[in-house]
């Protein structure tokens, strides 16, 4: 009987076995509390049951299921070779529970490992666009405005992006406009810079001149000045753009009058260059600020000069036509592409 209790006790049982001397004997894992009374015992003994499980009080997290003491069993009367025995018997819940521990175990493991993954996951979604937001910062602060970013996303970043992507090409029209400002500035002051140099030099080379034409060349050299100097206040006025100023000065004044004065500044260039001039100017008077609409006559007729051929012609015209008038530079040159 010995060894067949210690091989029930290996499968996942606990089990006291009481003769009617009261000798003890126990198999398989020791209990926590090995007392019992006497009249359990003794009960047992006469062939009643025991049923320590289901009388085991109830407390909090501890059922009669999980106390390991000896009187939290069940107590069943045995007979062997004539002998009367008490034996009790309870589950082994350590070793029950062993494989479930391993798998509870497992299962934290693998939800700790998901639960890294995911937030390493997350973490990367949400960085990552911040990283590229990061890099295209500074690309553009290097002024490269070549930026591609996701701007498909649905979300918060999705929309940083997309606002990102119009302020790049915002900046990159203004980039361009400051350049042909600069373009379009530095070619209005080589203007009256490259008609001062010319007259400067007539005067300084040419002995033959007579003081009537001295006189001529020495007007329009400071009528060029006042021009630069003109130009540089236009300039000053320029920055009220962004604080929508109205910068424009209108007054009546006589359009013909003001294209004879730009024609006569030029006579160096067309001379030099071989060009045919001519002109029908009319003596007409309009309303509109004369400084900055003699910088687009300036700008037609230099470029009328630079881009023309040699020997060829530039003709202009003033044509009033009902309530408008219409300004005509025509020339033998390369043409506008």
Known sequence: ??????????????????????????????????????????????????????????????????????RNTIGVPLKHNGRNFALF??????LLFNEMHILFGWILALSITLSIAMVVI????LVKPISNLTK???LLSNGDFNIELNSTRQDELGELSHSFLRMARKLEQIDEMRKEFISNISHD?????????GYTNLLDNNDSIS??????????????IKRLSTLTKQLLLLASLDRNEDIMKKRLFNIGQQLKELVRNYQWAVSEKGIMLSYSLPDLEIIGDPSLLNNVWDNLLSNAIKYNKLNGSIEISIEERGESVWLTFEDTGTGMK
């Open 1 to 70: 009987m010995t060894e067949y209790l210690e091989s029930i006790s290996a499968v996942g049982y606990q089990i006291n076995l009481v003769d009617n001397q009261g000798n003890r004997k126990f198999f398989g894992e020791p209990f926590r509390d090995k007392s019992l009374s006497a009249s359990t015992k003794e009960d047992v003994l006469n062939g009643n049951i025991y049923h320590g499980i289901l009388l085991f009080p109830q407390k909090t997290f501890v059922t009669g299921f999980f106390a390991n003491e000896l």
């Open 211 to 224: 003081k009537e034409e001295r006189s001529q060349y020495v007007s329009i050299i400071n009528g060029e």
């Open 136 to 138: 295209a910062t500074k």
């Open 122 to 125: 997350s973490t990367k979604y």
């Open 89 to 94: 018997v309870r589950p082994d819940i350590k």
């Open 189 to 197: 002051i080589q203007s009256p810079l490259s008609n001062i140099k």
